[in-house]
């Protein structure tokens, strides 16, 4: 199965917000409420930040906010900051066989 | 959130097996689903397995389904990750990581990853 489509990076200058797109199909992102995300940087695991399409886990700045709209959900970060810069990745249940989808990744550079 | 600590990663032939382990501290193991996660080098993340707390779900993605076997020891705090008929394709870093729920249904979500394993799939 395909993976979810996020471009492959997104760049913005400190204090500017930028949104990363997440396009699925209806049997994930489309049809179900179970969108996160997450960011890695450099040779570290990935971290959750949003679950749930829009929810923050605890400690997780307010700077980053999320939605969805039809099959494509999407991640916004305020602010700009040059700690933001990580790779972000998508992340939805689908009803194929295989339960859980990635998107390929985007990575975010601060100008 | 927890820790999670793995182990097991190795160079193997291809058609080789290996088993991966993930010890867990911290948290109630019995009550979280896990999951396995992959990283090819320099490529992005793949969901590869998911048990639910009581070890009674069972999921696989497609591209591991009758080669990998996922399974937990709730007395021991451990997931594993037995994989047979291993081939090139199959060679990444592999993350342990916690569901927040207790099953991984359309709710499965990672709030706690290992800092992974290395496999390298190889003659």
């Known amino acids: 199965q395909s993976a979810l489509t996020q471009p492959a990076s997104v760049s913005g200058s400190p204090g500017q917000s930028i949104t990363i797109s997440c396009s699925g199909t209806?049997?994930?992102?489309?049809?179900?409420?179970?969108v996160s995300w997450y960011r890695q940087d450099p040779g570290k695991a990935p971290k959750l930040i949003i679950y749930?399409?829009?929810y923050r886990p605890s400690g997780v700045s307010n700077r980053f906010s999320a939605s969805k709209s039809g099959s494509t959900a999407s991640l916004t970060i305020s602010g700009l900051r040059a700690e933001d810069e990580a790779d972000y990745y998508c992340?939805?249940?689908?009803?194929?066989?295989?339960?859980?989808?990635f998107g390929g990744g985007t990575k975010l550079t601060v100008l | 959130e927890g820790d999670l600590l793995e182990s097991g990663g190795d160079l193997v032939q291809p058609g080789g097996s290996l088993r991966l382990s993930c010890a867990a501290s911290?948290?109630?193991?019995?009550?979280?689903?896990m999951t396995w996660v992959r990283q090819a080098p320099g490529k992005g993340l793949e969901w590869v397995s998911g048990?639910?707390?009581?070890?009674?779900?069972?999921y696989y993605a497609d591209s591991v389904r009758g080669r990998f076997t996922i399974s937990r020891d709730n007395t021991d705090n451990t997931l594993y990750l037995q994989m047979r008929s291993l081939r090139a394709e199959d060679t990444a870093v592999y993350y342990c990581?916690?569901?927040?729920?207790?099953?991984?249904?359309?709710?499965?979500?990672?709030?706690?990853w290992g800092q992974g394993t290395q496999v390298i799939v190889s003659s």
């Open positions: 990581a916690k569901v927040m729920s207790a099953f991984c249904g359309g709710d499965c979500y990672f709030d706690s």
């Open positions: 911290e948290f109630t193991f019995s009550r979280f689903a």
């Open positions: 048990i639910s707390g009581s070890g009674g779900s069972i």
């Open positions: 209806s049997s994930d992102v489309g049809g179900y409420d179970y």
């Open positions: 749930g399409v829009a």
């Open positions: 992340c939805s249940y689908t009803d194929n066989s295989t339960l859980v989808l």
